[in-house]
C-alpha cells in the first residue's frame, strides 16, 4: 500500500470523526433543548390552569384576620373541604388532608386554640402578611397570607 493511499484513508477516517463528534454534539443539544421545550410547555399550562383557578376563586376576607375567622369557623363545624378552600390554590389538597389528620388524631381542639390566639405581627407588606400565635405548649406558630389579586387574602402556610 503506497503512502498517499494511507494518508488518505486516515484523512477520511479523520473526517468522519471529526464530523460525527460535531454532528453528535448538535443532536444532544437539539435534543436537550426539544425537552426543555415541553418541560416549558408544560410549565405554561399548570401556570394557566392555576391563574384559571385563581381568577374564579371566591374564598376569603377582605383581611388576613377575616380570612382566618372564616377557615377557624369551617374548621369548627368540620367542614375542612370549605376549610381548605381559604388556603392558597396549590396548597387546598394538602390542607384538607391535613386536617383529617388532626381531627383522626384528635387534635383539632389543640389546632384551634393556636388559631384563635394569633396576632398581627408587623404591618401588611405589599401583599403579604403575617400572625404569629404565641402559645405555653412550645414555639410560635406562624399564619402566613397573601392577597389574590382579587383583593381576598388567602392562608398561605400555617
Known amino acids: 500500500m503506497n503512502i498517499k493511499k494511507i494518508i488518505f484513508l ?13 454532528g453528535y454534539g448538535k443532536y444532544s ?3 436537550t433543548l426539544r425537552e426543555m421545550r415541553k418541560e416549558a410547555d408544560k410549565f405554561n399550562v399548570e401556570q394557566s390552569r392555576l391563574k384559571a383557578l385563581i381568577e374564579a376563586d371566591t374564598y ?3 383581611t388576613p384576620q377575616e380570612t382566618l375567622q372564616m377557615f377557624i369557623t369551617a374548621v369548627e363545624a368540620s367542614d375542612y ?7 392558597v390554590v396549590e396548597k387546598r389538597g394538602e390542607e384538607k388532608n391535613s386536617l383529617l389528620e ?3 388524631k384528635n387534635n383539632i381542639d389543640l389546632f384551634l386554640t393556636i388559631l384563635k390566639k394569633a396576632q398581627p405581627e408587623g404591618e401588611i407588606m ?3 402578611f403575617r ?3 404565641e402559645t405555653d405548649i ?7 397570607f397573601i392577597r389574590y389579586s382579587s383583593g381576598l387574602w388567602k392562608i398561605n402556610e400555617i
Open 81 to 87: 373541604e370549605l376549610a381548605s378552600k381559604y388556603f
Open 10 to 22: 486516515v484523512l477520511i477516517i479523520l473526517v468522519i470523526g471529526v464530523g460525527g463528534w460535531y
Open 131 to 133: 400572625m404569629k400565635s
Open 29 to 31: 443539544d437539539f435534543v
Open 60 to 62: 376569603g376576607g377582605a
Open 102 to 104: 388532626l381531627q383522626k
Open 126 to 128: 405589599g401583599d403579604n
Open 138 to 144: 412550645g414555639p410560635y406558630y406562624f399564619m402566613r
